[in-house]
């Protein structure tokens, strides 16, 4: 059974495109994340989200919104798609006062041309 | 804001030999956990092991263990008999424990186990 589930896996499109990526987790966690891993394989927070709470990351530009239609799911949108938005996503998801481990899905690979 | 460091870039080691990954982080709060994440060509990331800053016993899962210096804010992982399979990028993350449970990454350390 898989527990953090992403589609797609690899994403390529053109520059100025609006796309999305859907996450989906089964292990009844309550909150959920997204991270970008850059080129040079650093990994950097985007978004926090509980059913109470959304934190953002303030580095994270505004063409990137999350959006949960429940606990199980936080889809990202991406507007405006631009060349430097190339980089694997992740979603992950924990659950508060269970030892904090984040379980992470398998990552979209996203190609702006 | 909470920074974590890993200076080593690469690292190699024998099968069968010992490793260590170093890792320093700064930060001035007291309640937080630190975890080290294996990132294999796959690209999954994967929980190695996982140490709370309240707790003075040194974390081990198998073949790895950490040493966690609180004062010094380091949290070093030792990998033992080191096997093809750890072949991999970690990467040594830091949350505190409030709203948000957000992890920053170090920059990673990409591990080489020859045969």
């Known amino acids: 059974d898989t527990a953090v589930s992403q589609t797609p896996k690899y994403l390529v499109t053109q520059m100025g495109n609006d796309k999305s990526i859907k996450c989906e987790q089964n292990?009844?966690?309550?909150?959920m994340y997204w991270y970008k891993q850059d080129s040079k394989k650093f990994l950097k927070i985007m978004f926090s989200?509980?059913?109470?709470?959304?934190?953002i990351n303030e580095t994270v530009p505004n063409r990137f919104s999350p959006k949960s239609p429940d606990k199980a799911h936080l889809n990202l949108h991406i507007n405006s798609l631009e060349l430097g938005d190339s980089a694997v996503y992740f979603c992950?998801?924990?659950?508060?006062?269970?030892?904090?481990?984040?379980?992470f899905g398998p990552g979209t690979r996203l190609t702006v041309l | 804001a909470q920074t974590v460091t890993q200076s080593q870039p690469e690292m190699s080691v024998q099968e069968a030999e010992t490793v260590t990954l170093s890792c320093t982080y700064d930060?001035?709060?007291?309640?937080?956990?630190l975890f080290w994440y294996k990132q294999p060509p796959s690209r999954q990331m994967i929980l190695v092991i996982r140490?709370?800053?309240?707790?003075?016993q040194n974390a081990t899962e198998n073949r790895f263990s950490v040493n966690f210096q609180k004062a010094a804010k380091s949290f070093s992982l030792k990998i033992s008999d080191s096997q093809l399979g750890d072949t991999a990028m970690y990467f040594c993350?830091?949350?505190?424990?409030?709203?948000?449970?957000?992890?920053?990454f170090g920059g990673g350390t990409r591990l080489m186990v020859k045969p």
């Open positions: 992950a998801s924990s659950s508060l006062g269970y030892g904090y481990e984040q379980f």
């Open positions: 292990l009844g966690h309550d909150t």
């Open positions: 989200y509980n059913n109470k709470e959304l934190i």
């Open positions: 930060t001035s709060e007291n309640n937080y956990y």
């Open positions: 140490q709370e800053a309240y707790k003075q």
């Open positions: 993350a830091f949350t505190l424990l409030n709203a948000g449970n957000m992890l920053t």
